[in-house]
């Protein structure tokens, strides 16, 4: 890997590894109201208190498309931060167990599948599988994506 490039080249993606990423980060309620606010989601289990402790969490939950962003933004540093061209999509997206404030989430990635580009001789198409637990084990999210990743300079 040169400088300015840390994440991984097309061609340093191993099917089958499994990468566990040493960032972590603890969501709290500043977090989930702006994200909240910031998407125009009204939904009261995440912004009303009151509301959220009726229902059967008895308190507010995270918004699940911050727990989404969250998720796959602790994999970056690790895996894509300035070798990935573009997000190609979701081809699914699980929540097993909510998120609460002052939830801690870690994650971890395994290499599913890797192809070059048919259309760009310079990249290749990796499919990951992103899993974010909690502090208590339990896994919140699990989400499959692809990217468009460079491959590694001549």
């Not at 290749?124 to 339990?138: A, F, P, W």
Request: proline share 5%.
């Amino acid at each position: 890997m040169s400088i300015g490039h840390p994440g991984l080249w097309f061609e340093e993606f191993e099917v089958g590894a499994l990468h566990r990423h040493v960032v972590t980060r603890t969501v709290t309620e500043a977090d989930n109201v702006m994200f909240t606010c910031l998407t125009m989601n009204p939904q009261p289990l995440h912004l009303d208190a009151e509301y959220a402790a009726q229902s059967e969490f008895g308190q507010r939950l995270v918004n699940s498309l911050y727990t989404l962003g969250l998720l796959v933004g602790l994999t970056v540093a690790d895996l894509t931060l300035r070798t990935t061209i573009a997000n190609l999509g979701f081809e699914s997206i699980t929540f097993p167990f909510p998120v609460f404030h002052g939830d801690t989430i870690r994650a971890e990635t395994r290499v599913i599948a890797t192809r070059p580009s048919a259309s760009r001789p310079s990249a290749g198409i990796v499919t990951l599988e992103h899993i974010g637990r909690k502090q208590s084990d339990d896994i919140v999210a699990v989400a499959r994506r692809s990217a468009l990743v460079h491959r590694r300079p001549a």
